[in-house]
């Protein structure tokens, strides 16, 4: 899925309530340690790139605030989005998202 299309997608409720038992920090610390295993860093992904991408095009003309809500939606959905498929590629969105929450 990419960047693009993962911003159109939206998991069930079911799903987003699982995760709310997940604490933000930790899944990203998580995720960057099981990405980053053979020494390449996560940010030099493809598809982290290609979502990091996305994700600053669909809230370029947001104020800080209403960004880190995207940014918040982005990562549960990512994590649902991992729930509902059990594709692993739902780290790198997650990163994604969190990379950008992070700065603003």
Same mark, same amino acid.
């Given at each position: ?15 987003? &309530?699982?995760?709310? $038992?997940?604490?933000?920090? !930790?899944?990203? =610390?998580?995720?960057?340690? /099981?990405?980053?295993?053979?020494? @390449? ?21 947001? &104020?800080?605030?209403? $960004?880190?809500?995207?940014? !918040?939606?982005? =990562?549960?959905?990512?994590? /649902?989005?991992?729930?509902?498929? @059990? ?18």
């Amino acid at each position: 899925m990419t960047g693009y299309d993962f911003t159109r997608f939206d998991s069930d409720f079911t799903d987003k &309530v699982k995760v709310q $038992a997940y604490e933000a920090s !930790e899944v990203a =610390m998580k995720a960057k340690r /099981a990405l980053n295993k053979d020494g @390449k860093d996560y940010k030099d992904d493809p598809d982290y790139k290609d979502a990091k991408y996305w994700f600053i095009e669909t809230t370029m003309t947001c &104020v800080p605030e209403e $960004a880190r809500i995207w940014m !918040e939606y982005y =990562m549960t959905n990512a994590i /649902a989005y991992g729930i509902k498929t @059990k594709n692993l590629d739902w780290r790198t969105k997650f990163l994604a998202a969190w990379d950008i929450f992070e700065t603003l």
